[in-house]
C-alpha cells in the first residue's frame, strides 16, 4: 500500500488462493474496502466459497488483470505467498488439462495417505515435491497422471527450475521467534474481529472442499462441529500457521532470484525503498 500511495501508478495484485473466496474476509486477513477503495486490488472476491478453484483459472484471472492494468498505463505489483500460483504466473506455466470424472474417483478417497502413497507409486518424482498431507495437491497429481496417461511430473520444467526472470522479487524475512509471536497475535485479532462468525455464517451457505481446507476455517469448522473446544481450535489455527510460515519460507528460499531483505521492526520503513528501487530499475 505505501509503494502503490508512493508511486502513483500502481495497482496490486492478489496471489492468494484464498483471498479469491467472497465472504472470506477475516480469516484470510483480505485488504479492507477502504484501501480497496483508495488503491485498485485484483483477484480478490472473485467466486463463492461454494464453488472449487482451480490455479488455472487463478492463471486466467491473472491473466486478464495484468492485460488491463497495462492498457491503462500502469503497472502491476504482485502481494502475496501462494507458493504454486506464484510460480505459475511469474514463469507463466503450461498447465495440464482437467478431468473431472478422474477427479472424482480419486476425491472419494477420504484418506489423503492413501492417496499420497498411489502417487508414489505413479509418479515418484511428483511425490517427493510436495506435502504428503497436502490433499489438495496429492489429488491434483493424480487427476493428471491418470487422465493423461503421462506423469505429473512430466509437465513443464517443474518448480525446481529457476529461469531467468523480468519480476523482480522481494521476499521479507522476520526473525523466527518474533514471527511466531506476530503470529499468535494476529491469530487472536482475527478472533476479537470476528473469525467464528464469519465461518458460522460461511458454514450455513456451504463451503467448497477447496475453501473449507483454508487454514483458520478448517479449525473453527471443527469448533463448531463439536469436535474440538473453541480454545484448542485456536491453539491449533496458531501451531499450523507457524508450520506453514516455515515452509512458507522455504519455499520461496530455494528460488535464487527473490532478494531478501531482514526486517527488524517497520516492513514499511526498512522495505518499500528497496521495493520501489526495483520497480524503478
Same mark, same amino acid.
Given at each position: ?6 508511486? !502513483?501508478?500502481?495497482?496490486?495484485? &492478489? ?16 485488504? &479492507? ?6 488503491? /485498485? ?38 502481494? !502475496? ?8 504466473? #511469474? ?21 489423503? /495417505?492413501?492417496?499420497? /502413497? ?35 511430473? &512430466? ?35 482475527? #478472533? ?13 451457505? !456451504? ?65 518499500? !525503498? ?8
Amino acid at each position: 500500500m505505501e509503494v502503490a500511495r508512493q508511486l !502513483g501508478d500502481v495497482e496490486l495484485v &492478489s496471489i492468494d488462493s484464498m483471498q479469491v473466496y467472497r465472504g472470506m474476509d477475516i480469516g484470510t486477513a483480505k485488504p &479492507s474496502l477502504a484501501e480497496q477503495a483508495e488503491i /485498485a486490488h485484483h483477484l480478490i472476491d472473485l467466486v463463492e466459497p461454494t464453488d472449487e478453484f482451480t490455479v488455472a483459472r487463478f492463471k486466467a484471472a491473472y491473466t486478464a488483470a495484468i492485460e488491463g492494468i497495462g492498457a491503462r498505463g500502469r503497472r502491476a505489483v504482485l502481494v !502475496g505467498g501462494t507458493g504454486l500460483y506464484h510460480r505459475v504466473v #511469474i514463469d507463466d506455466f503450461e498447465l495440464p488439462g482437467e478431468w473431472p470424472e478422474v477427479r472424482a474417483e480419486i476425491d472419494a478417497e477420504a484418506d489423503t /495417505a492413501i492417496l499420497f /502413497a498411489r502417487l508414489r507409486a505413479l509418479d515418484p518424482e511428483a511425490a517427493t515435491k510436495m506435502e504428503s498431507t497436502n490433499r489438495r495437491r496429492v489429488v491434483r497429481a493424480l487427476e493428471v497422471t491418470i487422465g493423461s496417461g503421462e506423469p505429473f511430473s &512430466s509437465f513443464g520444467p517443474g518448480v525446481d527450475n529457476y529461469p531467468p526472470s523480468g519480476v523482480p522479487q522481494i521476499g521479507l524475512r522476520w526473525p523466527r521467534d518474533v514471527l511466531s509471536e506476530r503470529i499468535a497475535q494476529r491469530v487472536r485479532r482475527m #478472533i476479537d474481529e470476528g473469525l467464528v462468525d464469519e465461518v458460522a455464517t460461511l458454514r450455513r451457505a !456451504g463451503l467448497s472442499r477447496t475453501a473449507a481446507q483454508a487454514l483458520g476455517y478448517k479449525e473453527i469448522l471443527d469448533a463448531l462441529d463439536g469436535r474440538v473446544s473453541q480454545d484448542e481450535a485456536i491453539d491449533t489455527i496458531i501451531t499450523r500457521t507457524r508450520q506453514f510460515a516455515v515452509r512458507q519460507e522455504r519455499w520461496f528460499r530455494r528460488d535464487p532470484r527473490v532478494r531478501w531483505i531482514d526486517v527488524e521492526d517497520d516492513p514499511v520503513a526498512e522495505a518499500s !525503498g528497496a521495493l520501489i528501487d526495483a520497480i524503478d530499475a
